[in-house]
């Protein structure tokens, strides 16, 4: 049977499942002929990638519905209570998205029909706080529903083991070949609210939760009394959620440290699962920002933040010499911050001899080499801050290092170890305390990124993605990659390649995965990564220049030369 004629089998296997509600059956219905989107919604069920299960709401075994939550959440029940726990236990959050509350509920009533507690969150509330409740809880996994930073028509759902890490690779292969043995959605156990209420296996969270993540994420703060005694109020901040989880976390923290001069952008401050006033809810992206700019320049702002939907990306804005806001990048912001944290640590005496920084293989090098300039280790994983999570766990079982810091450079970053996941609450804390920190010094945080590519010389990083939907994308792809990797270039924009790191083979004792890094003789490199949650193929880039122009230029030209072969047939 080809793909297309077994997709359109389970189309018609839906249609009549008595299992699947009228309503759920019209809207499928009206594709009824439509080939192209019978295909597109049945060829495949969703699969867990980097960040779990994530796709298109809509009917369809490749959409994410109330019929897939409950078959995921069912196969997740299977692998909980394979776990052995004696009374075992699932947090559930959820951010500001479409659907995201209806989710979560229905996935708290599969897990009390199959008799494990379900710990609710009553509203949105941040990814990380979720990693951080599973933990103070002692639950045996954790379910986040969000679709992150990606546009209004996607919600997701996050699993996480006991640790508050996202599901690494054998735990997921174990949660998947459950998921999969779930072959009708009769075989989806659930029950009514008020039934698990009663039966004591619905139980619901809130501001007490709420205070004890505040209060720890606040006492993460590396100059909290200085910042109480009137350096926080003297820097001016915008804030932004996005219409997403980090309002009241973030602010409460700041509130916390000693920060008073906060700006919220009211048109982005209330939830809004259509993202009306942004085209994507991104803060990697200027256009999130231009509301916030707006404001910062109505108040003098030294710095602005932005949080994505689940709060656990933050992207920031500073002035740079000619008084213009410029969007920091995730490895710009991540320097910063490391440098930062290293050196407040070492002035305090408090940097462990065996400190560690954990960053990803698409990471800038820069961070890496601020890290080693204050005797702290140095180690990469693969993209996806779970395997962050799984190193600090490690880490914490062995002894061998403590965890100073970790990042991606898609904005994700962490301090401290009360989560297994990225934070946006604590990397607003963090850049706005570097921010008060230098003007203290009478500096901005772009004079200090300034100060660093004087010092450790000028990194600039690219990202370039296309985008490749349905069966064809995927297709193409995989073609894509297979010819980078069967036919590597012998150099490129006139510099050699020096080694080809292909990452499905297992390099370094890392999990194999689809990732293709070219390593080049002036040092620069590009990668090519499949993305896990979105159909995108993304091409990372990294130079390192004599100054920023020269480094501009460098970038341009690898850029070029990659993406004209990539955009050619494959």
Not at 5 to 25: F, G
Not at 66 to 93: F, H, M, N, R
Not at 303 to 315: E, V, W
Request: overall charge negative.
């Amino acid at each position: 049977m080809s793909i297309n004629e077994a997709a359109i089998a389970k189309y018609e296997a839906w249609l009549n499942d008595t299992a699947i509600d009228e309503t759920t059956k019209e809207e499928l219905r009206g594709i009824a002929g439509n080939e192209k989107e019978i295909v597109d919604r049945f060829y495949r069920d969703l699969e867990f990638g980097t960040g779990g299960l994530r796709g298109v709401m809509g009917a369809g075994t490749n959409r994410l519905n109330a019929y897939t939550v409950g078959k995921a959440t069912q196969g997740l029940a299977d692998w909980v209570l394979s776990q052995g726990a004696e009374a075992p236990s699932v947090v559930i959050a959820h951010d500001s998205r479409n659907n995201s509350p209806e989710f979560a509920l229905d996935a708290a009533l599969v897990l009390a029909a199959n008799g494990i507690t379900a710990y609710l969150f009553p509203s949105l509330r941040p990814t990380p706080q979720l990693s951080f409740s599973v933990r103070a809880l002692k639950a045996t996994a954790g379910i986040v529903i969000t679709a992150s930073h990606n546009p209004p028509e996607y919600n997701g759902y996050k699993a996480y083991n006991k640790d508050g890490c996202q599901l690494v690779p054998h735990e997921a292969e174990q949660a998947i070949a459950r998921i999969q043995a779930v072959t009708s959605f009769e075989q989806v156990r659930t029950i009514s609210r008020e039934e698990a209420e009663s039966n004591g296996l619905l139980l619901w969270l809130g501001q007490a939760e709420d205070e004890q993540f505040a209060e720890t994420v606040a006492a993460c703060s590396l100059n909290r009394e200085l910042l109480q005694n009137g350096l926080g109020e003297r820097v001016s901040v915008v804030f932004t959620p996005l219409h997403g989880s980090g309002n009241v976390p973030v602010r409460s923290v700041l509130a916390k440290a000693g920060f008073s001069n906060v700006h919220i952008v009211p048109e982005q401050e209330q939830p809004d699962g259509y993202f009306s006033t942004v085209k994507s809810p991104n803060p990697e992206e200027r256009e999130a920002f231009t509301k916030a700019i707006a404001l910062a320049k109505q108040v003098d702002a030294d710095i602005i933040i932005g949080t994505d939907p689940d709060a656990d990306r933050m992207g920031a804005v500073v002035k740079n010499n000619e008084g213009e806001y410029v969007v920091l990048s995730g490895n710009q912001s991540g320097a910063i911050m490391v440098y930062y944290t290293l050196s407040q640590l070492k002035e305090q005496g408090k940097l462990p001899a065996n400190g560690i920084v954990v960053k990803t293989i698409v990471t800038s090098e820069m961070g890496a080499d601020i890290a080693q300039s204050f005797g702290a280790s140095v180690t990469n994983t693969l993209t996806g801050f779970k395997y962050i999570g799984e190193k600090m766990t490690q880490y914490e079982a062995t002894g061998e290092h403590t965890f100073l810091f970790g990042y991606e450079e898609s904005y994700g970053y962490l301090t401290g170890t009360y989560a297994r996941d990225k934070d946006a609450v604590v990397a607003s804390l963090l850049i706005c305390e570097a921010a008060a920190y230098y003007k203290n010094q009478g500096k901005t945080l772009y004079d200090v990124l300034l100060e660093l590519y004087a010092q450790y010389g000028t990194y600039l990083e690219g990202l370039q993605s296309r985008t490749l939907k349905g069966l064809d994308g995927v297709q193409q792809i995989a073609a894509t990659m297979e010819q980078w990797r069967d036919n590597p270039p012998a150099e490129v924009a006139g510099v050699k390649v020096d080694r080809l790191l292909d990452y499905n083979t297992g390099l370094d004792g890392l999990p194999k995965e689809n990732v293709l890094k070219f390593m080049l003789a002036d040092g620069s490199w590009f990668c090519l990564r499949p993305s896990g949650t979105e159909p995108k193929i993304k091409v990372y880039f990294a130079v390192r220049g004599q100054s920023p122009d020269d480094a501009s230029a460098a970038l341009e030209r690898l850029t070029t030369a990659v993406m004209d072969r990539v955009d050619q047939p494959a």
